[in-house]
């Protein structure tokens, strides 16, 4: 079963804004991962946040984590049409013997226009 | 270069035929992962291996079979007992995974149809 939702759906942006997407998911984790895949491509991996941590960044992105409201942002600053592409939130559950297993949710269709 | 290849990038079958996809890393990794993707969905979880000769089923894994005889192998066989085989396939790895899993490198992908 999926563990995340993401929000929205789709999103579309003029280059140079900034792009906010978001995820909730429902049970405990170790840690949460951002990926990204290009259409028709294997994912990629963005940024990995643990429970202990609430915000990270790596380059243009930025990476929250609230554990109390179960939920993740990823925001994008000064997106380019580079940008364009499909981006998931995956977990890693708490506890269990399922090392390694993550969870994904179903992603964000992100479109950003020259 | 170091990285996850899948073979072959699409693949078209009959209805009633087993097939094998194939998956190899190079990356030394323990773990790997095999993933269904379905238009417009995330990715579900098939089988995955933490160290040779052995495997679990994910969240999905009936109709399909698998088996690790060498760390950098890890294929993946869609059985005829799979409903709805065609979709897009997706293989990872990870280090030793832990409680505190480390992120995973995903192969370009196979996309199977079944006719």
């Known amino acids: 079963s999926q563990q995340g939702e993401e929000d929205p759906q789709a999103l579309s942006i003029q280059e140079g804004e900034n792009a906010t997407m978001n995820c909730s998911y429902k049970t405990s984790i170790n840690n949460l991962q951002w990926y990204r895949q290009n259409s028709g491509r294997g994912l990629v991996h963005l940024i990995l946040i643990r429970s202990n941590e609430r915000e990270k960044h790596s380059g243009r992105l930025r990476v929250t984590l609230d554990t109390s409201k179960k939920s993740s942002s990823l925001l994008i600053t000064a997106s380019r049409a580079a940008d364009t592409a499909s981006y998931f939130c995956a977990t890693v559950n708490a506890g269990g013997t399922s090392y390694g297993k993550l969870t994904f949710g179903q992603g964000t269709i992100l479109t950003v226009h020259p | 270069d170091g990285g996850i290849t899948q073979s072959p990038k699409y693949l078209f079958r009959k209805e009633g035929q087993n097939v094998t996809l194939s998956c190899e890393q190079n990356l030394n990794h323990d773990a790997m992962y095999w993933y269904r993707q379905d238009p417009g969905q995330g990715l579900r979880l098939i089988y995955y291996s933490q160290i040779v000769n052995d495997f679990q089923k994910g969240d999905i894994a009936e109709g399909y079979s698998v088996s690790r005889e060498k760390k950098e192998s890890f294929p993946l066989t869609v059985t005829s007992a799979q409903k709805n085989p065609t979709a897009f396939y997706l293989c990872?790895?990870?280090?030793?995974?832990?409680?505190?899993?480390?992120?995973?490198?995903f192969g370009p992908g196979t996309r199977l149809t079944v006719t």
């Open positions: 990872a790895s990870s280090i030793l995974p832990g409680p505190d899993a480390y992120e995973q490198y």
